[in-house]
Structures are given as structure tokens and as C-alpha cells.
């Protein structure tokens, strides 16, 4: 069972996480978490502005206007259309297709999940390597659990690990099935957590809607990744993927801003340590090929990055 000295929880039988109790003011609140995860978030959010900091309060405000003013009729926002080079919407919109009766038991992250959030358009260059064009999928279930209910709808299971399976649906397209135990030993945690928790809803077509990992926590798991590795910036997929989501998405150095320290934290780290390395502008013309003529792309993804490094 995870805990921590500032975990703050639902009180709840056989829960996974044990810290400082807090009644719900919806008494049924914690039992929502499988059978409705939006309306679980909503009142997440609702007694974050309950009991929370002034920093937090705001965040979770800003995360409940999203829901109200941004979403279509079944609550979902229209995913954008995509453009040349947005590989990895066009392979999450395949897959949420091909697990739709799953889809409440999953949320989509990585860089695909960065091309469905994005907000400008922007050519980008294809994955270089065919395992960083996997997309990432997270559940708080068991693996094998899901994996049955995938297996029934014809997908098989090309590798197995401990707490991640890859599945491949057709023609090549795979997918990483990672499930979030909420143990602290897990490795990524917290910030694994916070993008299963933290999400944006997107409506693919086909009345299929998905859950996207919100940027600000896609960014700060993107962060720890790109730290965790030490990898130069020119050697690193993570790297790639932070330059997608930040060239992409305007908003997000704002959306950090309000978002919790924790991620305030991670996200600034990591952008100072990209920031420092010599590659960063071979990066950012390698991912974003309309960099090459366009200088000022170049110099606006490096302000961006340098406004992460400032966050408090």
C-alpha cells in the first residue's frame, strides 16, 4: 500500500494508498473511481478547492472550466484535425477503436497523446525508431485482467513484463498496456499517477471517446522520463516528445504554472537541464523539419522552455 507524509485520501476499504483521512462531500465519492472516472474526478477536484492551498484551489478550478466550457455533447472535446506527420493521433484514434468497450479503463499518453492535445499546427517528422512510435497506455487494472478482455476482441499479446504488456492490434500496430499500482517503488511515480488521474476527454469519432493524459501531467512525466534516462537531448525520445508537446501546445507553460508543486518541480528541472544541453536546437530541427527554414520556430520553442525553467 502506498503513503506519504502529504497524502491526503478518501477513507475507503482495501484503498491503495494510505494517508491522512478526508470525508468526501459526497459520501460516495471514492466508490466512483471504476464506474464513473469523470464524475470521480470532478469531485476530486471539488474538495481539492474543499481543503486545499490557494495554488491548488486555482489549479482544480481551472481544471472543472475546462470540463464545462471546452466539451462537446458527450462531455468530450472534438479531437483536432490531423496534420502531416501526426503518426501517433492517427494510431491512438486505431487503437481507441479497436478497445472501445475498454476505453473507461485506460488513458492514453506519450507523444500521441501530445498530438491530440495540440493546439497550433505544426509539421512534425516521423518517429525514428520503431519501438518510440509504441504508444503508451496506462491502467489502474490488473494487466492481466484487461489482457482477457483484450484477447476476446482479437488482439494478441506480442510481450509480457511485470507490470507491462505490449498488444499489437493489425498491421503492426502495438501498443504498451502499463499498469499504475500507486506503489511508491514503482518506478516514474508520481508522476505516472498523475497522468492516469489527470485527463482530458477526446472524441475520435464514431462516438468512441477517449481519455488523454492532460498536458501539464503529460509534461511533467515526459520530464521525469528525460531525467531518469540522463541521456544527452540529441540521444533521447524523450527529449522529441517534450519538444512535440511544448511546440504543439502554447498553453502549457501556463498550465504548469497553476498546476501542484510536484510537477512545477519536475517540469523545471528537466527543461534547465534541456535547456543547457548543445543539442536542444538539433532536436527541435530533427522534430519539427519546418524549423530548418523557419529560425523563429527554433527560437520560439527555446523561449518556451526557458519560461518552464522559471516557474516557482
Not at 475507503?12 to 464513473?36: I, K, M, S, W
Not at 469523470?38 to 492551498?53: E, F, H, K, N, Q
Not at 502531416?84 to 488513458?107: F, T
Not at 525514428?128 to 484477447?151: F, I, K, N, P, Q
Request: aromatic fraction near 4%.
Amino acid at each position: 500500500m502506498a503513503s506519504g507524509p502529504r497524502s491526503v485520501v478518501w477513507p475507503r476499504a482495501n484503498g491503495p494508498t494510505r494517508g491522512r483521512g478526508l470525508l468526501p462531500l459526497f459520501p460516495g465519492a471514492p466508490d466512483l473511481a471504476e464506474r464513473n472516472p469523470s464524475l470521480y474526478r470532478l469531485l476530486v477536484w471539488v474538495d481539492v478547492i474543499r481543503t486545499a492551498g490557494v495554488r491548488e484551489r486555482t489549479w482544480a478550478l481551472s481544471q472543472i472550466r475546462e470540463r464545462l466550457n471546452h466539451g462537446s455533447e458527450n462531455g468530450a472535446q472534438q479531437i483536432p484535425p490531423l496534420a502531416d506527420g501526426n503518426s501517433g493521433a492517427r494510431s491512438l484514434v486505431n487503437v481507441a477503436k479497436a478497445i472501445g468497450p475498454l476505453l473507461n479503463r485506460v488513458v492514453f499518453a506519450g507523444r500521441a497523446a501530445a498530438e491530440v492535445l495540440r493546439t497550433e499546427t505544426i509539421v512534425l517528422a516521423p518517429v525514428r525508431r520503431r519501438e518510440d512510435a509504441t504508444l503508451r497506455v496506462l491502467t489502474s487494472y490488473s494487466v492481466d485482467r484487461v489482457g482477457t478482455e483484450l484477447r476476446s476482441l482479437g488482439l494478441e499479446r506480442v510481450q509480457r513484463g511485470p507490470t507491462t504488456d505490449r498488444w499489437r492490434v493489425r498491421d503492426g500496430l502495438e501498443f504498451d498496456l502499463e499498469q499504475v499500482s500507486g506503489d511508491d517503488d514503482q518506478p516514474g511515480m508520481p508522476w505516472i499517477e498523475y497522468a492516469l488521474l489527470l485527463t482530458n476527454g477526446f472524441d475520435v469519432g464514431d462516438a468512441v471517446v477517449v481519455r488523454v493524459t492532460a498536458a501539464h501531467a503529460l509534461l511533467a512525466l515526459l520530464c521525469n522520463d528525460f531525467l531518469a534516462a540522463g541521456q544527452a537531448a540529441s540521444d533521447s525520445a524523450c527529449a522529441e516528445d517534450l519538444v512535440v508537446l511544448v511546440a504543439l501546445r502554447p498553453s502549457v507553460v501556463g498550465e504548469c504554472a497553476s498546476a501542484p508543486a510536484e510537477i512545477r518541480n519536475v517540469v523545471r528541472r528537466a527543461a534547465a537541464v534541456l535547456l543547457a544541453d548543445t543539442g536542444l536546437s538539433f532536436v527541435i530541427a530533427r522534430t519539427l523539419p519546418d524549423a530548418a527554414v523557419l529560425h523563429e520556430l527554433t527560437q520560439t520553442v527555446v523561449n518556451r522552455i526557458r519560461a518552464l525553467t522559471q516557474l516557482t
